[in-house]
T-cell receptor
Framework: AQSVTQPDIHITVSEGASLELRCNYS??????LFWYVQSPGQGLQLLLK??????LVQGIKGFEAEFKRSQSSFNLRKPSVHWSDAAEYFC?????????????FGKGTLLTVNP | DSGVTQTPKHLITATGQRVTLRCSPR?????VYWYQQSLDQGLQFLIQ???????AKGNILERFSAQQFPDLHSELNLSSLELGDSALYFC??????????FGPGTRLTVL
């Protein structure tokens, strides 16, 4: 069964500092990978996705993520964090085969940004 | 705005009651998914419909059911509600196996 682990429950960074949120997945084949962001009281917004090809993917709001098959990881990065990035971030893995396209989410990482 | 709409935004009800949550997918999306988000379980996949047919089931209780109508909107029915059913319920839609777009959610409170 597929699974996602986000080792960090809560991360605090200063505004302007760099950010890396960790994500490890378990999946039998090449996975479809996603990062979503959820602001308080809001739905989930897709930041970026990986299906195949270039292992470094660019997303919205200046985020990027790198797929590393050898480490079963898909870490999210941003070179300079803004106060508006404070939110909860979810990594997810999706089926790459068949007709069941459900997403399996990690438990999320809450990001606090200090001024 | 993802283009996915959900109603109602908030729902407060009592134990033992039945409620219906509604979702309208993005224009052109044939797949609809339902997820439950709670503090203890996180985000859990409940069920997927594709063009009116059930395609996959996740951790959905027998007290819960869903359907997708010919106009592609979907409803999630929750019955015999318990305190533990209090959660945020999200609907998402997609075109095939592409990324899923999430609605704003319905917050259900069972008293």
């Amino acid at each position: 069964a597929q699974s996602v682990t986000q080792p960090d429950i809560h991360i605090t960074v200063s505004e302007g500092a760099s950010l890396e949120l960790r994500c490890n997945y378990s999946y039998g084949a090449t996975p479809y990978l996603f990062w979503y962001v959820q602001s308080p009281g809001q739905g989930l917004q897709l930041l970026l996705k990986y299906f195949s090809g270039d292992t470094l993917v660019q997303g919205i709001k200046g985020f990027e993520a790198e797929f590393k098959r050898s480490q079963s990881s898909f870490n999210l990065r941003k070179p300079s964090v803004h106060w508006s990035d404070a939110a909860e971030y979810f990594c997810a893995v999706g089926n790459s085969g068949g007709s069941n396209y459900k997403l399996t989410f990690g438990k999320g990482t809450l990001l606090t940004v200090n001024p | 705005d993802s283009g996915v709409t959900q109603t109602p935004k908030h729902l407060i009800t009592a134990t033992g009651q039945r409620v219906t949550l509604r979702c309208s997918p993005r224009s052109g999306d044939l797949s609809v998914y339902w997820y439950q988000q709670s503090l203890d379980q996180g985000l859990q996949f409940l069920i997927q419909y594709y063009n009116g047919e059930e395609r996959a089931k996740g951790n959905i209780l027998e007290r819960f059911s869903a359907q997708q109508f010919p106009d592609l909107h979907s409803e999630l029915n929750l019955s015999s509600l318990e305190l533990g059913d209090s959660a945020l319920y999200f609907c998402a839609s997609s075109v095939g196996y592409n990324e899923q777009f999430f609605g704003p959610g319905t917050r259900l409170t069972v008293l």
